[in-house]
């Protein structure tokens, strides 16, 4: 069982809960004082299926609980307790849902196949929100400032202005029948991840992109990127390698102009450092 996502409690930045592959509920990490006294405990559900993403909204966390072929009650489960128990807001939500994330109250999520859904009741009903997409098979969501945006598997990068009411293609620079891994954004910045691409970037909300990968391993040797993160003005993003060349996490402070290595501690074993990088509250989570 590995760590795969991390999300921190707004209103209480050293409370983390962190998800799970597996079948096995919600775990939250308290980091408590001294650090050294951190430890793992049961959030006291929901179990069954596996945990695909976490995200605070209102003082509430909401979880996609799904995707396990044994689950018959997964869905999107709501904690207003900091995950000591767990309510079933919505067991019609498609499954999976994958990702969330929020603009105001309007939570967003995205599933590889019947696109992207909004709530705006706490995750208790969603509203397919897909007028305009290319592609129903959405692989990233994204945030900057009010835009959403949202990344497919064959029909590039989509920008919505109106919280998902339709969405325009922001393909302009992008190679044709890009496959977007990942979606970040930083200082004004898009951040698209694209399979065998590399990195690219827009600095002027979708309209042209480039790509950024001074610094990162020759794209010939690289799958694409898995995640990135984001920690103050630095992007962070995880590599994955093949052909023995060394991948991991690497860090820009200059919007993906120059990145450079940021593998110190992590496991060494083979050249694949690590799998996904996440950050809350501040810190940078590897696995």
């Given at each position: 069982?590995?760590?795969?996502?991390?999300?921190?409690?707004?209103?209480?930045?050293?409370?983390?809960?962190?998800r799970?592959a597996?079948?096995?509920?919600?775990?939250a990490?308290?980091?408590?004082?001294?650090?050294?006294?951190a430890?793992?405990?049961?959030?006291?559900?929901?179990?069954?299926?596996?945990?695909?993403?976490?995200?605070?909204?209102?003082?509430?966390?909401l979880?996609?609980?799904?995707?396990?072929?044994?689950?018959?009650?997964?869905?999107?489960?709501?904690?207003?307790?900091?995950?000591?128990?767990?309510?079933?807001?919505?067991?019609e939500?498609?499954?999976?849902?994958?990702?969330?994330?929020?603009?105001?109250t309007?939570?967003?999520?995205?599933?590889?196949?019947?696109?992207?859904?909004?709530?705006t009741?706490?995750?208790?009903?969603?509203?397919?929100?897909?007028?305009?997409?290319?592609?129903?098979?959405?692989?990233?969501?994204?945030?900057?400032g009010?835009?959403l945006y949202?990344?497919?598997?064959?029909?590039?990068?989509?920008?919505?202005?109106?919280?998902?009411?339709?969405?325009?293609?922001?393909?302009n620079?992008?190679?044709?029948?890009?496959?977007v891994?990942?979606?970040?954004?930083?200082?004004?910045?898009?951040?698209?991840g694209?399979?065998l691409q590399?990195?690219?970037?827009?600095?002027?909300?979708g309209?042209?992109?480039?790509?950024?990968?001074?610094?990162?391993?020759?794209?010939?040797?690289?799958?694409?990127?898995?995640?990135?993160?984001?920690?103050?003005?630095?992007?962070?993003v995880?590599?994955?390698?093949?052909?023995?060349?060394?991948?991991?996490?690497?860090?820009?402070?200059?919007?993906?102009?120059?990145?450079?290595?940021?593998?110190?501690?992590?496991?060494?074993?083979?050249?694949?450092?690590?799998?996904?990088?996440?950050?809350?509250?501040?810190?940078?989570?590897?696995?």
């Amino acid at each position: 069982m590995s760590v795969i996502a991390v999300h921190c409690h707004r209103a209480r930045p050293r409370a983390c809960a962190l998800r799970f592959a597996g079948s096995f509920g919600v775990f939250a990490l308290l980091a408590l004082s001294p650090p050294a006294s951190a430890q793992w405990v049961s959030t006291g559900g929901p179990g069954g299926g596996t945990a695909r993403d976490l995200i605070e909204i209102d003082g509430a966390l909401l979880v996609a609980n799904n995707y396990d072929f044994f689950a018959a009650d997964g869905g999107v489960y709501r904690s207003e307790d900091e995950g000591a128990t767990w309510t079933l807001r919505n067991s019609e939500a498609p499954r999976p849902f994958d990702e969330f994330v929020r603009i105001g109250t309007a939570v967003f999520a995205n599933h590889t196949g019947q696109g992207v859904f909004r709530s705006t009741d706490g995750g208790a009903t969603w509203q397919p929100v897909n007028t305009g997409l290319g592609s129903l098979a959405v692989t990233a969501l994204g945030v900057e400032g009010g835009d959403l945006y949202a990344g497919t598997s064959a029909s590039g990068v989509f920008r919505s202005t109106n919280l998902g009411e339709s969405w325009d293609p922001v393909n302009n620079g992008l190679p044709v029948g890009t496959e977007v891994t990942a979606l970040a954004s930083a200082g004004g910045a898009v951040f698209a991840g694209i399979w065998l691409q590399g990195v690219w970037r827009s600095l002027n909300d979708g309209a042209s992109w480039e790509p950024v990968n001074n610094g990162l391993p020759p794209i010939s040797t690289w799958g694409g990127p898995s995640t990135f993160a984001v920690v103050g003005s630095e992007v962070f993003v995880c590599v994955l390698t093949v052909q023995g060349i060394e991948g991991g996490v690497f860090r820009t402070s200059t919007l993906g102009d120059m990145w450079a290595p940021a593998n110190n501690g992590l496991p060494s074993a083979g050249t694949q450092r690590a799998n996904a990088v996440y950050a809350a509250g501040g810190l940078l989570f590897a696995h």
